[in-house]
Nanobody
Framework: QVQLVESGGGLVQPEGSLRLSCAAS????????MAWYRQAPGKERELVAV???????DYVDNVKGRFTISRDNAKNTVVLQMNSLKPEDTAVYYC????????WGKGTLVTVSS
């Protein structure tokens, strides 16, 4: 069974923090790099952060230094710690493999606003 369940979104003020979590089924998680993506209103979905199975991470330029991706291979979970949030980070956030599989969870909405 394919499963991607994101959680942890919400409304936060600028410069605030949120911690997103993703529970993935083993058939997606195992042996794959995992990633967080986001889709802002009226925009295409974009890649935000990637982490290999061994823990090497990479980020899109506009979140470097603010976001941290991590994974727990024993629990099939991926976490995105987001600090110093900006209004332009407002989006629905999704996790998936990288490259992504052709299945998406419902995502979790992050709204950054005062």
């Amino acid at each position: 069974q394919v499963q991607l369940v994101e959680s942890g979104g919400g409304l936060v003020q600028p410069e605030g923090s949120l911690r997103l979590s993703c529970a993935a089924s083993g058939n997606i998680f195992n042996f794959r790099a995992m990633a967080w993506y986001r889709q802002a209103p009226g925009k295409e979905r974009e890649l935000v952060a990637v982490i290999t199975r061994s823990g090497s991470a990479d980020y899109v330029d506009n979140v470097k230094g603010r976001f941290t991706i991590s994974r727990d291979n024993a629990k099939n979970t991926v976490v995105l710690q987001m600090n110093s949030l900006k209004p332009e980070d407002t989006a629905v956030y999704y996790c998936n493999a990288h490259p992504n599989v052709d299945y998406w969870g419902k995502g979790t909405l992050v709204t950054v606003s005062s």
